[in-house]
C-alpha cells in the first residue's frame, strides 16, 4: 500500500493532498518547511515506511521511519500546525488555512483503519511526500 502526500508549502504551513490509488483520502496540515529543523520543520520529501505506534501522548497513531535526521514523527490528529506539531503530519477533514484544518479526528479514524488492516494483512505501507504538482 503506497499512499501519496502532495504538498504545498506556505511561509507559515504546509498543506497536503493524502491519495491512496489516485483518490483522495483527506487533506493534510505540518509546519512550513525550515530545512528539516527538529520541532519547526515539516520533513524532507521522500518514501517512507509506515508502522503501528502507540503514543503516550496521542494514543495510536502512525510513526514514519528512516527519516534523515528525525525521529518519533508521527501521522496524527491536530488542526494547527504551528500549536500542535513538532514535525509530525495531521489529517484534517478541511483546510482553513496554511497549516490549518479542521475535524482530524475524523479524518485520522478511516485512514488509520486503512492502514492497520493493511499491516494486519502483512503488507507493506509507505508514504511518498512529493510536492503538489496536482494544481
Not at 504551513?13 to 483518490?23: A, I
Not at 528512516?66 to 501521522?75: E, G, H, K, Q, V
Not at 503530519?89 to 497549516?99: E, M, N
Amino acid at each position: 500500500m503506497e499512499l501519496i502526500l502532495h504538498r504545498t508549502y506556505y511561509s507559515n504551513g504546509t498543506n497536503g493532498l493524502l491519495m491512496l490509488n489516485n483518490q483522495l483520502l483527506c487533506y493534510t496540515i505540518e509546519l512550513p518547511w525550515r530545512d528539516n529543523e527538529p520541532r519547526v520543520s515539516c520533513i524532507p520529501e521522500g518514501e517512507y515506511p509506515l508502522v503501528k505506534r502507540l503514543s503516550p501522548n496521542h494514543g495510536e497513531c502512525l510513526l514514519l521511519k528512516n527519516i534523515p535526521n528525525r525521529s518519533l514523527i508521527l501521522i496524527h490528529p491536530a488542526n494547527n500546525a504551528i500549536r500542535e506539531l513538532q514535525g509530525c503530519i495531521a489529517p484534517v477533514s478541511k483546510l482553513t488555512g496554511p497549516g490549518c484544518g479542521d475535524k482530524s479526528r475524523l479524518a485520522f479514524r478511516p485512514l488509520l483503519q486503512q492502514v492497520y488492516a493493511a499491516l494486519q494483512q502483512k503488507h507493506s505501507v509507505t508514504i511518498q511526500i512529493v510536492k503538489n504538482e496536482l494544481q
